[in-house]
């Protein structure tokens, strides 16, 4: 009952802590554990499946005591009816955190639902969220993991780091050299400037002149100004 007082009072700011969670790039513990790409989304999110027990798919988090985390995902099953569990802990010991509780079952379809399981943390360390099935005669399906702290499940978001609002503004100085980039967040410059000797380049979708503009030559290419 404690716990459950706790938790009503722990209200959730919504930011995925899982990076990759759209189209599950990057690192993911078990991926290669059986899970495969469905060739249809959810919610825009990427599906992945598998028919094997175990080896649940995740990302381990650094998580702090008395913190409270939710952990939320589309779920659906090719049976009707289904079960699997919801397991927080790492395996191992090596700075293995802990969490309350440990593991929920939770009953599944075969439509798709989104669930969630709320812990707390009781012990410093990495805990490893994830969706277990102890038989392996039909498929699991999951999408848009979330991981958020507070109590409460709030609508899958994609963390801010994955988003297309998460441009990373990086300005590098050389001998010689000087440039400003925009960069999404696979690394992509998909706007700049540089200053490298005697010569500029700008690179942008659209690039807006303001005032009066003078140039005392232009080279026009397939009929257009580049």
Not at 52 to 78: H, P, R, V
Not at 140 to 161: F, I
Not at 165 to 172: G, H, L, M
Request: charged content about 25%.
């Amino acid at each position: 009952q404690l716990f459950q007082v706790e938790v009503a009072k722990n209200a959730s700011n919504g930011q995925n802590l899982l990076k990759g969670t759209k189209s599950f790039s990057g690192d993911w513990k078990n991926m290669a554990a059986g899970w495969k790409k469905h060739s249809d989304k959810y919610q825009g999110c990427d599906v992945l499946f598998k028919n094997n027990s175990w080896n649940g798919i995740g990302q381990e988090i650094d998580a702090n005591i008395g913190e409270i985390y939710t952990f939320s995902l589309w779920m659906k099953s090719d049976w009707k009816n289904d079960t699997v569990n919801f397991y927080v802990n790492r395996n191992g010991s090596v700075e293995k955190g802990w969490g309350v509780p440990s593991e929920t079952s939770v009953s599944i379809t075969s439509e798709w639902q989104r669930y969630s399981f709320t812990f707390k943390i009781t012990k410093d360390g990495f805990i490893f969220p994830r969706v277990e099935r102890l038989n392996q005669n039909t498929n699991l399906y999951v999408a848009g993991l979330k991981l958020e702290k507070g109590s409460y499940a709030t609508p899958y978001t994609e963390a801010p780091e994955d988003t297309d609002e998460a441009i990373r503004t990086v300005q590098s100085q050389l001998t010689g050299s000087w440039g400003v980039h925009n960069k999404n967040s696979v690394n992509e410059i998909i706007a700049g400037f540089n200053l490298a000797g005697r010569n500029a380049g700008i690179k942008a979708e659209t690039i807006r002149l303001e005032g009066n503009t003078l140039a005392d030559k232009l080279t026009a290419i397939d009929g257009y100004f580049k």
